[in-house]
């Protein structure tokens, strides 16, 4: 089961603009040419949908879709690249967004 870890400095950045909104991550697929190529990417979203599954985290809760977890690693860290205004998703094995957007839908 994937667990993410998430830095104080990121949970403080989350608090800020979370509102009332669910923070989702989501395995972007549109643009990239077929389903298995895409690129992990942080949701604020009104609604869950049926399929989400809430992963454990050290904090708040972080929302996925249950056909998506096969694309990320079991242990993941969400942290802020300092001066970017983005967040960055590492696991022990490799950086999977090291750019990551938050966008409001």
């Not at 990121?10 to 690129?39: P, S």
């Not at 942080?42 to 985290?57: A, G, K, N, P, S």
Request: include cysteine; hydrophobic fraction near 40%; aromatic fraction near 4%.
């Amino acid at each position: 089961m994937v667990k993410i870890t998430i830095t104080e400095r990121a949970i403080e950045q989350l608090r800020r603009v979370q509102g009332n909104k669910h923070v989702k991550l989501i395995y972007d697929t549109d643009g990239c040419g077929c389903a298995v190529n895409g690129v992990p990417m942080l949701l604020l979203v009104d609604q869950l949908d049926e399929h989400d599954v809430e992963i454990e985290t050290n904090d708040m809760p972080i929302w996925m879709e249950k056909h998506q977890l096969i694309f990320f690693d079991d242990q993941m860290t969400l942290d802020v690249v300092d001066g970017a205004g983005c967040f960055q998703l590492k696991s022990p094995n490799q950086i999977l967004n090291p750019r990551m957007s938050l966008v409001e839908r």
